[in-house]
């Protein structure tokens, strides 16, 4: 692959014996040695060739250098030209976003017809609390980023329906969602210390996205009331394999923090290897394959008989 930085053309570059010749007249150490680099090892390193330039020939290095800065202004001024022959981009959808003076620029342009409030609410308005709670139920609720509150369509969205709602940046809501945590915490160990269960189950679930793994833990029990209930005590982003024994440890982990150790009778899950290898390092609990899972599995094998064979020219291919 060849070079393509300008100043390559000071060099006759000899690609099979990793070298290069400085052309420069009068050079008294024309020979550089090249490095290699990236996936197969064709790209072409450039420290040695601007080392040699900086240190060896400094006023053709100080011309390249101001060639440089004018063609990277002329490439400038050719994009502003180019962005100011396009309404859209110079007018609307330049502006950024991530600070006030842009966002009210943006839906000034957007839409001129709706009038910027008088004044915002204050922060410890009830409509301004209800405001970001219900900003921070969506994030939660609908797994949003943060930058939700940066992105355009829903700014327009408030600006038309709360647009005394002062909306905050994604900090600001990343911060309260560890109160939000908190909250839910207490809510939950609330739960459990009146409710007292003597005996409860738990349904133990993992499964991996497309560059994170997940374990998630819900209880069942029988209320004093005679009630059914059912309660997330977790969902955590786990980078330990879902091995039995790692699986055991989150239990004993979670079993700990909610202080259910000696109220758990069994464990529900699916029927893979390493669930039933999780409950070697749990004695005393038992263990029930899930139902869903089951019956999902026969379906399987009822849609494609061929897939309990193993050998032979029958196989599943679904």
Same mark, same amino acid.
């Given at each position: 692959?060849?070079?393509?930085?300008?100043?390559?053309?000071?060099?006759?570059?000899?690609?099979?014996?990793?070298?290069?010749?400085?052309?420069?007249?009068?050079?008294?150490?024309?020979?550089?040695?090249?490095?290699?680099?990236?996936?197969?090892?064709?790209?072409?390193?450039?420290?040695?060739?601007?080392?040699?330039?900086?240190?060896?020939?400094?006023?053709?290095?100080?011309?390249?250098?101001?060639?440089?800065?004018?063609?990277?202004?002329?490439?400038?001024?050719?994009?502003?030209?180019?962005?100011?022959?396009?309404?859209?981009?110079?007018?609307?959808?330049?502006?950024?976003?991530?600070?006030?003076?842009?966002?009210?620029?943006?839906?000034?342009?957007?839409?001129?017809?709706?009038?910027?409030?008088?004044?915002?609410?204050?922060?410890?308005?009830?409509?301004?609390?209800?405001?970001?709670?219900?900003?921070?139920?969506?994030?939660?609720?609908?797994?949003?980023?943060?930058?939700?509150?940066?992105?355009?369509?829903?700014?327009?969205?408030?600006?038309?329906?709360?647009?005394?709602?002062?909306?905050?940046?994604?900090?600001?809501?990343?911060?309260?969602?560890?109160?939000?945590?908190?909250?839910?915490?207490?809510?939950?160990?609330?739960?459990?210390?009146?409710?007292?269960?003597?005996?409860?189950?738990?349904?133990?679930?993992?499964?991996?996205?497309? !560059?994170?793994?997940?374990?998630?833990?819900? &209880?069942?029990?029988?209320?004093?009331?005679?009630?059914?209930?059912?309660?997330?005590?977790?969902?955590?982003? !786990?980078?330990?394999?879902?091995?039995?024994?790692?699986?055991?440890?989150? &239990?004993?982990?979670?079993?700990?923090?909610?202080?259910?150790?000696?109220?758990?009778?069994?464990?529900?899950?699916?029927?893979?290897?390493?669930?039933?290898?999780?409950?070697?390092?749990?004695?005393?609990?038992?263990?029930?394959?899930?139902?869903?899972?089951? &019956?999902?599995?026969?379906?399987?094998?009822?849609?494609?008989?061929?897939?309990?064979?193993?050998?032979?020219?029958?196989?599943?291919?679904?």
């Amino acid at each position: 692959m060849p070079p393509k930085a300008n100043w390559w053309k000071f060099f006759d570059k000899d690609l099979p014996n990793k070298t290069a010749a400085c052309k420069i007249e009068g050079c008294l150490k024309p020979k550089i040695t090249l490095s290699f680099s990236g996936r197969g090892g064709k790209k072409i390193g450039t420290t040695t060739a601007t080392g040699h330039l900086k240190t060896r020939h400094p006023v053709e290095w100080k011309l390249y250098e101001e060639n440089k800065q004018e063609g990277a202004a002329k490439a400038e001024e050719k994009k502003r030209e180019a962005e100011a022959a396009c309404e859209m981009e110079s007018g609307v959808l330049r502006n950024d976003t991530r600070n006030r003076t842009g966002q009210q620029s943006f839906l000034q342009q957007m839409l001129p017809e709706v009038q910027p409030p008088a004044s915002y609410w204050p922060e410890d308005d009830p409509r301004a609390i209800a405001g970001h709670k219900g900003v921070l139920s969506m994030i939660i609720l609908d797994m949003q980023p943060f930058n939700l509150v940066r992105q355009r369509g829903f700014m327009m969205s408030n600006y038309l329906t709360t647009p005394s709602l002062k909306l905050h940046g994604p900090e600001w809501y990343a911060d309260k969602l560890d109160k939000v945590y908190d909250n839910a915490v207490h809510d939950l160990q609330t739960k459990l210390y009146k409710d007292k269960p003597e005996h409860a189950w738990l349904v133990l679930d993992g499964w991996s996205a497309t !560059t994170t793994s997940y374990i998630g833990l819900e &209880i069942f029990y029988i209320s004093s009331s005679w009630r059914r209930v059912k309660l997330l005590l977790g969902c955590s982003p !786990t980078k330990e394999r879902h091995t039995g024994e790692e699986l055991s440890k989150f &239990i004993e982990r979670a079993t700990d923090f909610w202080n259910l150790r000696d109220k758990i009778a069994g464990v529900v899950s699916d029927t893979a290897s390493n669930m039933t290898c999780m409950m070697g390092y749990l004695p005393g609990l038992s263990w029930v394959g899930c139902t869903n899972h089951l &019956i999902q599995l026969v379906v399987n094998v009822c849609r494609n008989p061929c897939s309990l064979w193993y050998h032979g020219t029958c196989r599943t291919t679904s």
